[in-house]
């Protein structure tokens, strides 16, 4: 289980399900492995994000993507993005929290940085090929199976790491900076939370949640260990000049309202990339 607060899954189904983590983490693998336990859709932010060329979206394109997700009735979120987490997190009945140490995350960023130069280097015939057959276990020595990349920039032959060094960045401050977002978003939104953290820990959860009709473990999201030990929020009260509910300073989505009105032709398609097949084990890709 995520923390040995978390109360026990009790029988009611989950329908959505948000997934947040510092880069590094392992929050991809862990959602292939979910979506393949829960039979709930698996949607990569970085699909919906970034197109050819590691081209962004403007805000509004990407708020009308986001609003298309939230609108969906089932599905596993995957991503961060910290200023607008609200939105996904209001409408989930689960978020899922993998807080593991700053340094492991960063090594595992190069592992992965490294895989992936590798595969695009490799021949095409062999991309995507898992080398145990596809028994989902690797003997000592063996290349790791197919990596996840972006779906447009996948299909555009772009380079499959954009820079290392801002994503070390990223997971070296993720807990001063987009965790802090993070904390305050789930402080008021009371979406249940299940934090892990380590490996054994988001095992033992992907096991709770594979059971008969898996469920949020309680109403309150400090009851799972979701604190200041780490050097994150701590968990007093909200300040008096910040009611609930109230909109976050700078957030581009008030209140975790997402703009609406005429949306651009838009498919939000579930992930379909080569690193999502059964067989993937734990952590993969990390």
Known sequence: MASPSCDPPHGQPLRRIVVLGSPGSGKTAFCHLLAVRTALPLYHLDDLYWSPGWSRPGEEEWAHRLRALCDLPRWIADGNYADSTEPRVRAADLVV??????????????????????????????????PDGGRGRRRPGEARGPEYVPRRLRESGDPPVRSVS??????????????????????????PVRR????????????????PGPCPPSTQWETCGVGSADGGLPLGPEPRDRQPGAPQRGAPFPDGLLPRGPSPSLTVSPCTCPASAPATSLWRST
């Open 97 to 130: 929290l993998l807080d593991r140490h700053p340094l492991l995350c960063a090594v595992a960023l190069v592992r992965r940085s490294l895989r992936l130069r590798r595969s695009a280097r490799a021949p095409k015939a062999v991309r995507g090929t898992p």
């Open 196 to 211: 892990c953290r380590t490996r054994r820990q988001a095992a033992a959860l992907l096991a709770d949640l594979a059971g």
């Open 166 to 191: 801002a994503l070390l960045r990223k997971a070296l401050l993720f807990r001063r900076r987009d965790l802090v977002v993070i904390h305050g978003v789930l402080r008021r939104s009371g979406t």
